[in-house]
């Protein structure tokens, strides 16, 4: 951990919002990182008050959107505070996978202060700086194994970033460009004032427009020039769930691959696919996501057999 990523650790009772890539300071869900060996780490988060980022159109808290949350920050806090990445350089999001351990959820509910025992693996380095990463993820609260999860990351420098986005890397223009545009409506059943809806209805069977409010709070925090992850994650969620499936439902496991950048310029088309059952008996959906023409996004989706916590 450099000097300074480990001053800003130390001082506040949650970790700086710069280290987890966040402008509003209360959105922030972690407050502690210890290594625990050469590539290992101990992150604790705070889920005592997170109803404003985690709230779900009927109240109830939403686990997957806070476990999913509390994982894109854990990217930022090791790049920046434990593997000397350089603010400005982008962590870009490749494959992320999630399991939720319901049983306990239902018990505990997603609450209190979290543990996530992180192990970082194949590690990938460019000219002396770490290029790309992959975690696994255990999350566990009040001896309770809330969830286990893997991801991998890529991170690229400024000039490579600019060079590769081109005009598209201005952020600012992408989303004036963006806001420009009407917002389509939300699915049926999904109020206005349902913040978090990011489909909109079409004329075909299990088909959808990504919706994209780039006003909302915890997706565009802060600027970005394409569409952020953690909203295709959501989406993918939200298309299960409205996907016309004797047992559309609550989404137990995840399993993504973020084939290209979705971008804010132009309509992006969801996609849902019913797949025979797992081998424990869960329904399953495949989720994709096209923009002109190209494969962007890929969710395989399991659905629980059980209630939501």
């Not at 990523?5 to 407050?31: E, M, N, W």
């Not at 705070?46 to 109240?59: G, I, K, P, Q």
């Not at 992180?118 to 002396?128: E, S, T, W």
Request: with cysteine.
């Amino acid at each position: 951990m450099n000097d300074m990523a480990s001053s800003i650790v130390s001082r506040a009772a949650h970790i700086a919002k710069d280290l987890v890539h966040k402008h509003d300071a209360s959105q922030v869900l972690l407050t502690d990182l210890h290594r625990t060996g050469e590539d290992e780490f101990l992150i604790t988060a705070d889920w005592t008050d997170t109803s404003r980022l985690t709230r779900t159109e009927d109240n109830r808290r939403d686990a997957a959107v806070l476990l999913t949350e509390t994982i894109r920050q854990t990217f930022p806090l090791l790049a920046h505070a434990s593997y000397d990445v350089p603010f400005g350089h982008h962590l870009l999001w490749d494959e992320y996978r999630y399991a939720l351990h319901l049983d306990a959820l239902n018990s505990g509910g997603a609450s209190g202060r979290p543990e996530l025992y992180i192990k970082c693996h194949d590690i990938v380095r460019r000219r002396g700086r770490v290029g790309g990463l992959s975690l696994d993820i255990t999350v566990v609260c009040d001896g309770r194994r809330l969830a286990t999860a893997y991801t991998r990351f890529n991170i690229q420098p400024p000039a490579i970033y600019q060079r590769l986005r081109g005009t598209r890397a201005d952020s600012a223009a992408m989303l004036e460009l963006a806001r420009s545009r009407p917002l389509p409506p939300p699915v049926s059943g999904a109020s206005e004032e349902f913040r978090d809806a990011v489909l909109s209805p079409t004329a075909e069977r299990d088909r959808w427009q990504l919706r994209v409010d780039t006003h909302h709070p915890m997706y565009f925090d802060h600027p970005s020039d394409h569409v952020p992850g953690i909203l295709l994650l959501e989406a993918a969620k939200q298309a299960a769930r409205a996907a016309r499936h004797p047992r559309a439902g609550v989404t137990e496991a995840m399993e993504t691959v973020f084939h290209r950048y979705v971008e804010l310029d132009s309509p992006c088309r969801v996609d849902a696919q019913s797949l025979p059952d797992d081998q424990q008996g869960r329904a399953r959906i495949l989720v994709t996501m096209h923009q002109n023409d190209a494969l962007c996004f890929t969710a395989l989706v399991s659905v629980a057999k059980t209630a939501a916590p």
